[in-house]
């Protein structure tokens, strides 16, 4: 019988850690399972803390029981666990900044609840971070359904930085919002195999923003305005994610890691109403006030 979960209290969380990983999660109990076991495997990051903040219509997903064993596994290996539910629900910009408002941590990794990180994956993308000192880097998420639908095409949009990143403004319709094309499908590992990087090394590459996986500076994530445009974006959106990605690019920079170890469940989205994209109206806001 599974015993009753401990969900842990704000206040014990809240601490002067060098990482947490804030998880959104709605209805995807076996997903969010597979999640969080990926971040069980990783090593040589120590103690960093989870934080999942569920808005299922039902019970919550940590209160299943592989979702719950691998909670219990986090703690057991040193990581400080909480678990939140975050109700009535008033859109994922406003779940995304509930969840930057729990943690004081240096770095914030915010990830998807349908993404597993093979071993190292955090270690390289804190290491990037700190050797960068940009706003973020990410990982763009793998689709292995498509491992063998090859797209040399997309492969163009693959640019390495030569030095750190430096801030860049990226609109619609630029050549640098195409490089987003970089991580559909299997695009990044296709790329990845073509370099042949030596064990244990990476790179930054230019990017206009990325899905699932993304590192923050915390402290530069809030100075770009985090997640607060959540009050004046209606609550059926999309997109929260490339307007915060936007908005930090913009002032402090930010690259994509590579290789990738993210890697998409390709299950359905819970997210079905998406009648507007947030950030149209972040970007339609910032530049009227340019």
Same mark, same amino acid.
């Given at each position: 019988?599974?015993?009753?979960?401990?969900?842990?209290?704000?206040?014990?969380?809240?601490?002067?850690?060098? $990482?947490?990983?804030?998880? =959104?999660? +709605?209805?995807?109990?076996?997903?969010? @399972?597979?999640? *969080? #076991?990926?971040?069980? &495997?990783?090593?040589?990051?120590?103690?960093?803390?989870?934080?999942?903040?569920?808005?299922?219509?039902?019970?919550?997903?940590?209160?299943?029981?592989?979702?719950?064993?691998?909670?219990?596994?986090?703690?057991?290996?040193?990581?400080?666990?909480? $678990?939140?539910?975050?109700? =009535?629900? +008033?859109?994922?910009?406003?779940?995304? @900044?509930?969840? *930057? #408002?729990?943690?004081? &941590?240096?770095?914030?990794?915010?990830?998807?609840?349908?993404?597993?990180?093979?071993?190292?994956?955090?270690?390289?993308?804190?290491?990037?971070?700190?050797?960068?000192?940009?706003?973020?880097?990410?990982?763009?998420?793998?689709?292995?359904?498509? $491992?063998?639908?090859?797209? =040399?095409?997309?492969?163009?949009?693959?640019?390495?930085?030569?030095?750190?990143?430096?801030?860049?403004?990226?609109?619609?319709?630029?050549?640098?919002?195409?490089?987003?094309?970089?991580?559909?499908?299997?695009?990044?590992?296709?790329?990845?195999?073509?370099?042949?990087?030596?064990?244990?090394?990476?790179?930054?590459?230019?990017?206009?923003?990325?899905?699932?996986?993304?590192?923050?500076?915390?402290?530069?994530?809030?100075?770009?305005?985090?997640?607060?445009?959540?009050?004046?974006?209606?609550?059926?959106?999309?997109?929260?994610?490339?307007?915060?990605?936007?908005?930090?690019?913009?002032?402090?920079?930010?690259?994509?890691?590579?290789?990738?170890?993210?890697?998409?469940?390709?299950?359905?989205?819970?997210?079905?109403?998406?009648?507007?994209?947030?950030?149209?109206?972040?970007?339609?806001?910032?530049?009227?006030?340019?």
């Amino acid at each position: 019988m599974n015993r009753p979960l401990d969900t842990g209290c704000h206040a014990d969380f809240r601490a002067d850690r060098r $990482l947490d990983v804030l998880i =959104p999660t +709605r209805d995807r109990p076996a997903e969010l @399972a597979v999640t *969080l #076991a990926g971040l069980a &495997a990783q090593q040589d990051v120590p103690g960093f803390g989870v934080v999942v903040s569920d808005q299922s219509d039902g019970d919550p997903g940590y209160a299943h029981p592989a979702a719950a064993t691998m909670v219990r596994a986090l703690r057991h290996r040193g990581h400080p666990v909480l $678990l939140t539910r975050r109700l =009535p629900r +008033r859109g994922l910009a406003e779940h995304r @900044a509930s969840l *930057l #408002a729990a943690s004081t &941590a240096r770095y914030v990794l915010c990830l998807d609840d349908d993404v597993w990180l093979e071993p190292g994956s955090l270690r390289r993308l804190v290491t990037a971070i700190e050797e960068l000192g940009c706003g973020f880097v990410g990982n763009g998420v793998h689709g292995l359904s498509y $491992l063998h639908d090859v797209r =040399p095409q997309t492969h163009r949009h693959y640019q390495e930085w030569a030095g750190p990143p430096v801030p860049e403004r990226i609109r619609p319709g630029t050549p640098e919002w195409d490089r987003a094309q970089i991580h559909s499908a299997a695009n990044l590992l296709h790329v990845t195999g073509s370099l042949a990087l030596p064990e244990g090394s990476w790179r930054a590459y230019k990017i206009s923003w990325i899905g699932g996986c993304v590192l923050y500076d915390r402290a530069k994530l809030i100075d770009s305005g985090g997640f607060d445009f959540w009050r004046r974006v209606q609550e059926r959106h999309q997109g929260e994610d490339v307007a915060a990605q936007l908005a930090v690019l913009a002032r402090h920079g930010g690259a994509g890691v590579l290789p990738s170890g993210a890697y998409h469940l390709e299950s359905p989205t819970t997210v079905t109403d998406r009648d507007v994209e947030a950030w149209e109206v972040v970007l339609a806001d910032a530049d009227a006030d340019a």
